[in-house]
């Protein structure tokens, strides 16, 4: 590659928009920072605009726009300050950007991150939800404008590098019996079940082997990660749910599984630091170094294997079935599931209700076909709706 490519970061200031950043700085040859985003952190952003002088920088609002431009132009940067949705999608879909890592949280991250599959961009993709939300419309979108789509999830990114570069041919096609995602578990794998009513968002979000943000930490403790890249996996690799299998792993070491239909199984493997898919979907189909230390199996020592308990972990049971209704269910899982965890992180709820939330919204509210956009947010809006009231009847019961 002689051309330096120019990256936006879409949630920069999060933990993979912070990795992004890491392996970005060991090639400047290689990348420039083009644009970042930050939402609630404005300080964190300014420190990050100093460091890599983008183009542009995307905060919420106008007024936090007006403060960080005065802050970047005291400083001597002739950085823009752009503000909301529409910035986002205007660094995401800019000519000049190469590749958009979508790093933002949640259902938030979905139109900023379709503007950059719209615009033909190469998409570094770690905002599950938004695929999770709009799959068929998503996918759809990447094959009509030619955007390259690299998962960042680090399962996802396992599985891409197992497969052959003729996938999209059809799993049947290339003889693939069967994906496998590894799990670690979370932090409440052994914890007795009565006791996940007491746990705190604290220990939550103690995950054994990933340092994440809070909302995907709390996901992986209630395996609703699991589920989501269940759905994940589905669209990116065109695999029916049945063909996608959860195997506990405690170790972090494998990422996950490709089974082929001649016995072969491949895996990828390496220390659990997302630096690593980063750097390999950055770089594809070239390899860069990233910053991490070669895996040490004689320090690992061994790999465990468990089947995932689905009375433990309700949630992937439930991401399951929406995977399987198709529609808007996954829409409704998501935001049933954002709703539930903010209102766990703010201690409004307990653990175990996050899935009962979840369950009670996705009983109350018929699936519809998605044919556009309209219909997914939606059933955005009516699953939060939903899951309000359910907080809220909880409160005046408390
Ligand atoms: P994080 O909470 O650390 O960072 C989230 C980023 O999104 C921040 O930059 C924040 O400013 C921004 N943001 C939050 N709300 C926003 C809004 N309403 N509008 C615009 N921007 C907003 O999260 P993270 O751990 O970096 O995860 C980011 C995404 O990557 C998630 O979808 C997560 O599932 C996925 N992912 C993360 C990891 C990991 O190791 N952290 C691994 C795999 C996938
Ligand atoms: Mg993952």
């Known amino acids: 590659m002689s051309q330096v490519q120019q990256i936006t970061v879409l949630g ?29 952190r404005l300080a964190e952003l300014e420190a990050l605009c100093l460091v890599h002088r983008p183009r542009f920088a995307v905060v919420a609002d106008a007024r936090s726009a007006t403060e960080l431009q005065a802050r970047l132009g005291a400083a001597g940067l ?17 000519p000049e950007v190469d590749a958009v890592m979508a790093a933002i949280v949640g259902a938030a991250g979905l139109t900023p991150t379709l503007a950059a599959v719209e615009a033909g961009k190469k998409v570094l993709l770690a905002n599950k939800e938004a695929l999770v939300m709009s799959g068929a419309l998503f996918m759809r979108a990447v094959r009509q404008s030619g955007a390259v789509l690299l998962p ?25 019996r069967r994906v496998l995602l590894t799990a670690s578990g979370g932090p409440f794998r052994e914890t007795p079940l009565e006791a996940l009513y007491e746990v705190t968002p604290e220990q939550a979000c103690a995950h054994p082997n990933w340092s994440m943000g809070r909302k995907i930490s709390v996901d992986s403790a209630s395996m609703m990660n699991k589920g989501l890249e269940l759905i994940e996996a ?39 630091d997302m630096r690593t898919p980063i750097s ?25 294997f468990q089947a995932p308990d689905e009375v433990r972990f309700p949630c992937l049971r439930l991401a ?11 829409a409704m899982l998501n935001a049933a599931n954002e709703v539930a965890v903010a209102a766990f992180l703010e201690r409004r709820i307990r653990f175990p209700d996050i899935a009962r939330i979840i369950e009670g919204v996705l009983e109350a509210e018929p699936v519809s076909p998605v044919d556009s956009l309209e219909p997914v947010l939606e059933a955005d809006r009516r699953a939060r709706d939903l899951a309000g009231q359910w907080l809220n009847r909880r409160g005046e019961v408390a």
Do not use: K, M
């Open 12 to 40: 920069a200031t999060g933990s993979i928009g912070l990795s992004t950043l890491d392996v970005i700085a060991r090639h400047p040859a290689r990348y420039r920072v083009f644009a970042l985003s930050g939402f609630s």
């Open 234 to 272: 589905c669209w990116l690799f065109d695999a029916r749910p049945e063909q996608v299998e959860v195997v506990i792993h405690p170790q972090s070491v494998i990422h996950s599984l490709v089974d082929y239909v001649d016995g072969s199984v491949l895996a990828q493997l390496g220390n659990p």
């Open 152 to 176: 960042i999830d680090s399962e996802h990114n396992a599985i891409f590098q197992c497969l052959p570069g003729d996938y999209a041919r059809g799993l049947q096609q290339v003889g693939v």
């Open 320 to 330: 399951r079935q929406a995977a399987e209704a198709g529609g808007t269910a996954p």
């Open 78 to 94: 002739r950085t823009r300050v752009l503000f909301g949705e529409a910035g986002l999608c205007e660094v995401a879909a800019h």
């Open 280 to 304: 390999h979907a950055l770089a594809w189909p070239q390899r860069i170094d990233s910053g991490v230390a070669p895996l040490d199996l004689l320090a690992v020592g061994r790999l465990d």
